[in-house]
């Protein structure tokens, strides 16, 4: 469902983004909490590596039932999909399948998960077993602080109606803006005895895979929406034309990719508000080290314990 009042990404790209005063979550063991208040440095995952292997997949599978439902003429709908189809791996943004032979070939994008709910029992056993932290955040100021670096931000959209919605309404603004530009023949678009030039649907295509690349960031199956994520997605930096090279942690025995996101360049006091520890890790010690660690770190924040009631 559409919210009400909502602020977005952009005229085209219709991701809502959070509001004055809005609160953010961030799950994670330790170890992470450590690296973010001492440093002040955010570990961002590679999005191929993500808890839904199809991420960054997915925006393509709606965008083919959007082809399929709106396009009367079924010849001229595979033309038009397979074209955007190919306009998507030539930008490299996202990959069309899973385990695509040649990664190199593809842009790297690393996301950083926040989510907009305090306490949530699926994100403590998602992200820390009940035994880790959740660190809350002023919304405003940490997109402030990120904003030495190229990223991107938003509310991670899940119903896939609302998906579809937001491709129709990019395609009908790119097909608005190519008609201006003086592309009148793409005005039959969605008639079955279409006439469109080849021209000027390769045009079309070209726009329209920007806009599903950037929707891919923030799509996901309904089966996530419990996770109610708000995520910041980044690319890694260059220094003299060579790539930033991931760093690896391990997780259940797998290795997986990631880089460290510095907040504020130094600069900026974190915009840490409060840190609850899980359900799990609730013995006097872990309370008295967390509020002794914020202390030499030169934050007086309250210090919670998750009040999920755990048997064991």
């Given at each position: 469902?559409?919210?009400?009042?909502?602020?977005?990404?952009?005229?085209?790209?219709?991701?809502?983004?959070?509001?004055?005063?809005?609160?953010?979550?961030?799950?994670?063991?330790?170890?992470?909490?450590?690296?973010?208040?001492?440093?002040?440095?955010?570990?961002?995952?590679?999005?191929?590596?993500?808890?839904?292997?199809?991420?960054?997949?997915?925006?393509?599978?709606?965008?083919?039932?959007?082809?399929?439902?709106?396009?009367?003429?079924?010849?001229?709908?595979?033309?038009?999909?397979?074209?955007?189809?190919?306009?998507?791996?030539?930008?490299?943004?996202?990959?069309?399948?899973?385990?695509?032979?040649?990664?190199?070939?593809?842009?790297?994008?690393?996301?950083?998960?926040?989510?907009?709910?305090?306490?949530?029992?699926?994100?403590?056993?998602?992200?820390?077993?009940?035994?880790?932290?959740?660190?809350?955040?002023?919304?405003?100021?940490?997109?402030?602080?990120?904003?030495?670096?190229?990223?991107?931000?938003?509310?991670?959209?899940?119903?896939?109606?609302e998906q579809m919605t937001c491709l129709l309404e990019g395609l009908l603004s790119c097909i608005h803006g190519l008609v201006s530009e003086?592309?009148?023949?793409?005005?039959?678009?969605?008639?079955?005895?279409?006439?469109?030039?080849?021209?000027?649907?390769?045009?079309?295509?070209?726009?329209?895979?920007?806009?599903?690349?950037?929707?891919?960031?923030?799509?996901?199956?309904?089966?996530?929406?419990?996770?109610?994520?708000?995520?910041?997605?980044?690319?890694?930096?260059?220094?003299?034309?060579?790539?930033?090279?991931?760093?690896?942690?391990?997780?259940?025995?797998?290795?997986l990719p990631y880089i460290l996101v510095e907040y504020g360049g130094g600069g900026k006091a974190l915009p840490l508000e409060s840190v609850?520890?899980?359900?799990?890790?609730?013995?006097?010690?872990?309370?008295?080290?967390?509020?002794?660690?914020?202390?030499?770190?030169?934050?007086?924040?309250?210090?919670?314990?998750?009040?999920?009631?755990?048997?064991?």
């Amino acid at each position: 469902m559409k919210l009400e009042n909502a602020r977005y990404m952009d005229e085209w790209i219709r991701v809502p983004l959070c509001g004055t005063g809005d609160k953010l979550y961030h799950y994670t063991t330790a170890e992470g909490a450590r690296g973010i208040v001492q440093d002040k440095k955010f570990m961002a995952t590679k999005s191929d590596f993500l808890n839904d292997k199809l991420e960054f997949q997915y925006a393509l599978e709606v965008m083919e039932k959007l082809v399929q439902t709106y396009l009367v003429n079924e010849t001229f709908a595979e033309r038009f999909f397979s074209l955007v189809k190919e306009e998507i791996r030539r930008l490299g943004i996202i990959s069309i399948e899973d385990g695509e032979a040649d990664p190199s070939n593809r842009m790297s994008f690393y996301v950083v998960a926040f989510s907009k709910l305090q306490n949530n029992a699926l994100l403590w056993a998602e992200f820390t077993e009940f035994h880790g932290y959740c660190l809350e955040f002023s919304y405003e100021k940490l997109v402030e602080g990120f904003e030495e670096r190229a990223f991107l931000h938003g509310t991670v959209i899940y119903d896939e109606k609302e998906q579809m919605t937001c491709l129709l309404e990019g395609l009908l603004s790119c097909i608005h803006g190519l008609v201006s530009e003086g592309r009148t023949d793409l005005d039959s678009f969605f008639e079955e005895n279409a006439e469109v030039s080849e021209e000027s649907l390769q045009a079309l295509a070209e726009d329209m895979a920007m806009v599903c690349s950037v929707y891919a960031m923030f799509f996901k199956k309904s089966f996530f929406e419990g996770e109610q994520e708000y995520r910041f997605v980044f690319t890694p930096l260059e220094k003299d034309g060579t790539e930033e090279q991931p760093k690896f942690r391990l997780f259940w025995q797998m290795f997986l990719p990631y880089i460290l996101v510095e907040y504020g360049g130094g600069g900026k006091a974190l915009p840490l508000e409060s840190v609850m520890l899980g359900a799990k890790n609730n013995s006097d010690i872990a309370t008295r080290g967390m509020k002794h660690f914020l202390k030499v770190q030169g934050l007086d924040i309250p210090v919670l314990l998750s009040d999920i009631p755990l048997r064991y």
